[in-house]
Every structure is written in C-alpha cells, then in structure tokens.
C-alpha cells in the first residue's frame, strides 16, 4: 500500500507501483487541474505538481516515489499564491487557449519559493520543460515577474472591468484557466462513461484484406469492437470533398498511416488501447506514393479517386511573359518550405453522450455546425439530433478543423447507447491530424530599371497528402497571396494541391500565405542585390495601396495599411547592422465565391442575466471577449452580467473558425443584433426585456472564385485583407536577437488581446523559420515526440516589439480586420533576409536553421 498526502490530505494507493501519478490524479482522485499533452513524453510541462516541495512532470513521476511524500497540485497553493498568479496572468494578459498554464503557474510558484524576485532570464529558463503554442511566452513572463511581486507584497493594478472596444479586458474566463478549474473535453467524465480507442493502419498504401475483431471483442472490458459494416449513414466526410472514411473496410486501400480501421470501446482507457492492439489485420502492401512530382508523372499510382490533381488554382493579370522582356532585372530561383506540425498543447478529444433519440457531442472542435452536418450524415440522422456544444479549445490554428475523431465518439455512442469519450495520445495525434502543407515554390520576378515590380511567374506544388481536407483553398491562398504585399502589374501564377500517401495536409495559421510569402520576400531581396535598391524604399515604393490591385485582379478599395506598416518598422531596420525586412498580406474571410457569415443571439435571461450565443470557436484567440466587449460597448451593459455559450441547439450558426474572419464577422453580427436591443433598452429596464431574444446576422455573399467576376463588381476575391512589415535583427554571432512587428489592425479591438495574437504568432513563424519540421519517412512521422518538432522553449524566444497600426476597413466593424494569422506571415521571409545580411548567403529552403 503506497501512503501520502495530496493537498494535505492522507491517500492511499493499492495499485501497480509503476502506475504513472498523472494517471491516478486524473483518473482516480478526479484532479483534472493537472494536465496530459504529451503523456509519457515528459515534453510539455502541462503535467507539474509538487512533490516534497520539487517541481515534477507527473506523467513520468511512478506512484513508487510519492510512498510517504507531500503531492501539490495547483488546488493546494496557498490563497495568497493563488490572488497573486491570477491578478498578474489578468493584468500582463498572459492567458490564451489556457492549457499549459495551471503546469506553468505551478512551476512559477516552485521558482519563486527558492527565488523570490527572479530576473527575466532566470524565469525563462525556470520554463524550460514547458511548451506555451499561443503566447510566445513574453506575456507569460511577464505574470511571473508581476506574481513575484505580488507575492512581495506589491499586487499588480486591478485590470480594467470596463468592456469598450479597445479596452484591455481581460480574456473571459480567465481565472478559472489560470486555477485549472476550466474543463476541457478529456477533463469531463459523465455517469457511466465508457472509453474509446482507434486500430489505426500499419501501412500508408496496403489493400485491407481482413479484419479481425474476435480477440478484441474477447478482451476485458470491451463492450464493443466497431468496423466500416456499422456505420449507418455516409462513412465519407471532408469539410469540401466527402473523401475520407470513418473507417476503412476490408476490400478497400488505406490512404495513409493514420487511418482509422475499427473503433474499440471498453470500460477505460487502457481497456480500450490494450485490446484494439489485439484487432488483426490482414494486408496486401502496396507501394506508396510519396512524391508529390512523382505523384504528378504519367503512370503514377493513383491515391485520389480522380487522379493525384486534388486542385489547380490560378492567378493571373496583364502578359507576364511579354512583361519579362522590359525587365531591367530578373531573378530566377527554387524556394522550398517543409511540413510542420501544429503542435497544440491539447491532444483531440470528443465526448458523446445518447440524447433521446439523438446524441449531444462535446466538441473542442473549430467549427460546431460543420461537426453537426459530418455527424449527422455519419449516423443517418436529421441534424436537429445532433448538438454540438463547444468545450474550451486548448488551441487549434487550424489543426482541428476537420472531423478527426468526434464521428467516432459520436458512432460508438449511438451503438452503446452509452457516453463514450474518445481522447487521443500525442503519438495519435501527431499521426493523424492534417499538417502545414510542404511546397516547393518556383518563383521567377523581375523589375524595372527603377525598380518598379513589372512581372512575376511561380508555379507551385503543394503536397495535400491522402485526403482533401482544405487542401485545394490552401493553394488557392498560396496562389492569390503569390505576389506578396506588393503591387505587381503582370502576374502568372499556378499552384497545384497534389495527392499522396503522406499524412494529409490541411489548414494551418496562415494558410498558404507563409510559403509564398517566403518565396516572394526572398525573390524580392535578392532582386534588391540584382539592381542595386535600397530594401525598405524598394518595398516602399512596390507597396499594395489603395487602388492597386492583388495577384488576383482584385483592386483594393480603401483600408491598405502596407505602407504605413513599413514606415514604424524603418527606425528599427536602419539602426540594425544585421536586419531582415519582410511586408505580407492575409485575407480576412475565406472569400473566393464562398460566403462568409454569422448569426448570433442575444437572450435575456433575468434581471442581471444576458446570454451571448454565436457559432464560433474559442481556441484562445478572444473571439469571446471580443463578442462581449461589442455587445456591452454597443448597450452600455456590464460585462459582469453578460456570459457567452457556443452550441448548435442555439441556432446561432457560423462556418469554421479559419481566415481569421471570427472577429470581423462575429463584430458585424453583434452590433446588428444590439440595434434593436440598444432601441428597447432605451425604453426599457433590462430586467422588463427578460425572455426577449434579439438576433443579429452578417453576410458578404459578393466575393468570387478569381478569374470569374459576378454582379459587376469587377474581381472581388476576398471582402478583407490585413496588412504587416516585420524586422529580424540578427546579432554579431548570427543569432537572431530581435524581431519587430507593425501589424495593421484596422482598428484594435482589445490591445492586450491584438499584442498576445502577433507574438504568439511570432513565436511560431520564428520556429517555422528556423528549426521546426515534421520529416516522414516512407509514409511515416520519423519521430512522433513533441519534442522532436522544434517548437521553440521561452529561453530561445528572442526580443519582441509589437506595433499597432490602424487603417480602418471598410467592412469590419469599426474598421477592424483579422490578426490571428498574419502575424507570422512575413516571418521566414525576414529572417532569411536577416541572415543574408549577415553572412551573404542565400537560403531557399525552410527551416533555415536545418543541416544538410
């Protein structure tokens, strides 16, 4: 028998002494404060308690070694320790998904018991087990050095309360992400719930003979083994193309290693993992297709239905080719940019639960309503069935926008007839979720004598992997984003999304903005070196502004914010010895003859009780705190009595949380649904209006596909576009030491909030620059740890300066525009540059920092 205290009560634990603690806090003492993003990885940090007053990962931490020990999770820091950390984590802003921070705040406190008044460095590396994919740590670096303070007894000012557009609100919910009170999927655990586990496929290509289930279904614990045969409506979804199974029957050719060949559902978790090990399966490997230009070759294997062309998508205006002979200068070169993982501290999870004669799925997802409509047609059943409440979303980019897992929790509810809770490991996840796409980008530019962009021509392969996804409006993007932030006057543009049996490849923050960004900004400095110009005049001078147009033809009629952008970014590049300078572009709105639109609802609830729904996910972006500063800014309403709900019984329907659109059309929505409740509550107290509902709706319906302009608009690809220039500073060593970034906003919503978006996305265009990437080897991740990927630790994270610029748009409300994207869409491109300037070597290749 192990004893021990936690908290300061007496345990005891009569189990396997090699039984990881995470899992007897979580599982059987129901702590769910303490995180699991990477069990037994041992690589995020999300899991840190205190044991005999040390920091320890417990994912890795045997309950052999809290025999007779003290064990602290976060519920039993001290009250003061408490006030303090969520004090300064509002104050500093250092929250956003939430995940990673109850692990880091137990860290912190640990750091400051055995040093009161840490310097900046000290705290940084204090955080060296720990991964934050969200802030780039700046801000969180900033709570700890408050909360030392605090806990000196200097608490940081009280943050301001009042919600007004471009106040600094602290983010919804704050305090309970900080204390690890809020649940997400995995921490939610009904009456009578049992687990599910996915059999995955051993081979990228292979014919699935036979599929054995006998030992499975035999094994303890199980309750049912499900394959292809037991889906009762459509087994294909996909968000654009309905091309990838639930799961693969027998007779059918796997696509790639993460597809999914029975679902296991059993008492635990170990029960399900242990036995759908044991479902047998019987193959014919094939070879698999891996190349996107071999995949492109007459002759080639086929991986799609169709073919291995998932898309091509075009962009074109004037004659490039004729406009190349009046070129004074021409540069001519091959960029290339890698696959990456989105490393999101929350593993997928999804939790389904029988409802009458429907079910209601727990989510974490980035669009509820898509989840509804995929489900739905998977059970055969009437979408009015299916409710999809959103659970906070321990951060996405993109990474969980498709269906990955919630069909299958929803499809072993419906069997059981029981909650079932489907939770991924990190291996899982790395294996089967959609990457940032690889894309060898070939990139012919040239200019005149004095400089002016006459003509760009690129060609570019993306590799999509095994299934759509949104892999065709990933080079649709790369493709009308090609010529940057520039104004080109001749454009020839095709990118092509290619099929292969790697890992499918899907949306990630920036969505084919990065890599063509990176080609351009790399072909534009060293066009710079060809002609002689100054940098920053040269982009200056090439600059989108209003009136010129987009590698698309679209004209751009008010809001271009690229110049003013480079002019607060020109003190830091000229005083730099060592400096890079890259500009970049980024819709708001998916656009492209697609609408884009939101609904939401107002609802009184009671005197001092008013409920915000929309469809929107919040992923630790703010769209919430965004919604309610509209909503009260609009009415004049305390933000005290407003809550925010995100479910699909709420009728209140969005698309996916993608192109940084949520707050832009989420802000449109509101103030539309507050014109009538603004009218009654003039005449009216609020506690009169209880029961009353006012809904508000916002809809651009004018954009088109580029090449087919409608409604005399003329070319109208996307109804938004943000703006940015950053500086990379590099130092005397070639390290880079600083990054600067002026980031046209439109208008600022929540300060705070803006400053947290571009450094997180900083951090991460800085580890996609220099030293993230996810290589596959014959089909397969080479290594499936966390932290193998590269993503950047606080101590690496240089300098960051943020600066807001405001060009109002003439469609976002009260002018504003997307951030969550563009802030790491000029990155490579700037450190490339910066790192030339430093040594004269030209680097075409994506991560720069990568040997060989």
Not at 64 to 86: H, N, Q, W, Y
Not at 172 to 186: I, M
Not at 750 to 769: D, K, R, S, V, W
Not at 788 to 814: H, N, Q, S, W
């Amino acid at each position: 028998m192990i004893r021990f205290r936690l908290n300061g009560a007496s345990e005891e634990f009569p189990g396997d002494p090699a039984t990881p603690l995470l899992r007897w806090l979580r599982d059987v003492a129901g702590v769910t404060s303490v995180k699991d993003g990477c069990s037994p990885q041992a690589a995020c940090g999300c899991c840190t308690v205190e044991l005999d007053g040390k920091a320890v990962l417990s994912c890795v931490t045997p309950m052999s070694r809290v025999d007779g020990a003290a064990l602290t999770t976060i519920e039993g820091l001290e009250p003061a320790a408490k006030e303090a950390f969520v004090r300064s984590f509002e104050s500093c802003g250092g929250v956003q998904c939430g995940f990673c921070i109850p692990g880091i705040v137990m860290r912190a406190r640990n750091l400051l018991r055995r040093t009161p008044d840490p310097t900046r460095e000290e705290a940084a590396r204090g955080l060296n087990q720990h991964l934050c994919r969200c802030t780039g740590y700046k801000k969180i670096l900033d709570a700890i050095g408050a909360a030392a303070k605090a806990l000196l007894g200097s608490l940081p000012p009280e943050p301001t309360r009042v919600a007004r557009i471009g106040t600094r609100l602290p983010k919804l919910g704050l305090s309970e992400l900080v204390l690890g009170r809020k649940k997400y999927v995995a921490d939610m655990s009904p009456p009578g719930m049992l687990h599910a586990a996915l059999r995955l496929s051993d081979h990228p290509r292979a014919v699935v003979r036979r599929i054995a289930v006998q030992e499975a279904e035999a094994a303890a614990g199980v309750g049912a083994v499900l394959t292809a045969r037991d889906v009762p409506g459509e087994r294909r979804h996909g968000l654009i193309r309905k091309d990838w199974p639930l799961l693969v029957g027998e007779g059918e050719t796997t696509r790639y290693v993460g597809d999914a060949l029975a679902i296991v559902v059993a008492e635990t978790r170990e029960q399900a993992a242990a036995a759908a090990e044991k479902v047998r399966v019987d193959y014919e490997v094939l070879d698999p297709v891996l190349d996107p230009e071999a995949a492109l070759a007459p002759g080639a294997p086929a991986v799609g239905e169709g073919g291995n062309v998932l898309s091509v998508s075009k962009a074109a205006k004037g004659d490039a080719g004729a406009a190349f002979a009046r070129c004074a200068h021409v540069v001519s070169a091959v960029y290339r940019t890698q696959r990456i993982e989105h490393a999101f501290l929350e593993p997928e999870a999804c939790l389904a639960v029988p409802a009458g004669e429907g079910l209601t799925v727990y989510s974490q997802g980035q669009g509820v309503y898509e989840d509804r409509r995929q489900i739905a047609a998977i059970l055969a059943l009437h979408p009015a069935l299916v409710d999809v409440v959103l659970v906070p979303c321990g951060g996405g980019f993109g990474g969980k926008e498709d269906l990955l897992i919630q069909g299958h929790a929803a499809l072993a509810a419906r069997v059981t007839g029981r909650p079932v809770r489907l939770a991924l490991t990190r291996e899982e996840s790395i294996r089967m979720h959609p990457k940032r796409h690889p894309m060898t980008l070939s990139y012919k530019l040239g200019c005149s004598k004095d400089g002016r962009l006459l003509a760009l021509q690129a060609r570019i392969v993306g590799d999509s992997g095994a299934y759509a996804s949104v892999g065709m409006k990933v080079l649709e993007r790369a493709a009308g984003h090609a010529t940057g932030a520039y104004a080109v006057e001749n454009v020839d543009v095709e990118a092509t999304a290619v099929y292969t049996n790697n890992l499918p490849c899907g949306a990630m923050r920036g969505f084919g903005a990065n890599q063509a960004t990176f080609a351009m900004e790399c072909a534009v400095d060293e066009l710079c070196e060809a002609g002689g110009f100054d940098r920053w005049k040269f982009r200056y001078d090439n600059a989108l502004t209003d009136g010129s147009s987009t590698a698309t033809g679209q004209v751009l009629a008010g809001g271009v914010g690229v110049r003013a952008c480079l002019e607060a970014v020109r003190p830091a590049f000229e005083a730099a010895r060592f400096a890079g300078l890259a500009c970049g572009i980024k819709n708001t709105g998916i656009g492209n003859g697609m609408p884009d639109e939101s609904e939401v609802e107002i609802v009184v609830l009671g005197p001092g009780r008013v409920e915000l729904h929309h469809g929107w996910t919040e992923m630790g972006q703010g769209v919430d705190t965004i919604a309610l500063q509209v909503l009260c800014h609009e009415t004049g309403l305390d933000p005290a009595v407003v809550s925010v709900r995100v479910r699909t019984a709420d009728a209140a329907p969005s698309g996916m949380t993608t192109a940084s659109r949520a707050t832009s059309l989420v802000g449109n929505a509101v103030i539309d649904a507050c014109k009538a409740f603004r009218e009654d509550l003039a005449r009216r107290p609020l506690a009169e209006l209880a029961g009353r509902s006012y809904r508000g709706r916002w809809r651009c319906d004018w954009t088109n596909k580029p090449g087919h302009p409608k409604d005399g608009r003329g070319e109208f690809t996307h109804y938004s576009y943000s703006y940015a220039a950053q500086v990379a500073v590099v130092d005397d060593e070639g390290r880079v030491a600083k990054l600067v970034a002026a980031h046209d906003a439109g208008r600022v919503m929540n300060p705070t909030l803006f400053e947290g978006q571009i450094e997180g996305a900083l951090h991460m265009g800085l580890g996609y620059a220099l030293q993230e990437d996810l290589p596959l080897k014959d089909g397969r991740p080479a290594s499936l740890k966390l932290r193998d990927c590269g993503v950047l630790r606080a101590r690496e994270m240089p300098e960051t300066e943020v600066i807001a610029v405001e060009v109002g748009d003439p469609f976002g409300p009260y002018g504003a525009k997307g951030v969550g994207e563009i802030g790491l869409v000029p990155t490579a491109g700037a450190v490339a540059n910066a790192l030339w300037a430093f040594d004269g070597v030209r680097r075409r290749s994506l991560p720069l920092g990568k040997k060989g």
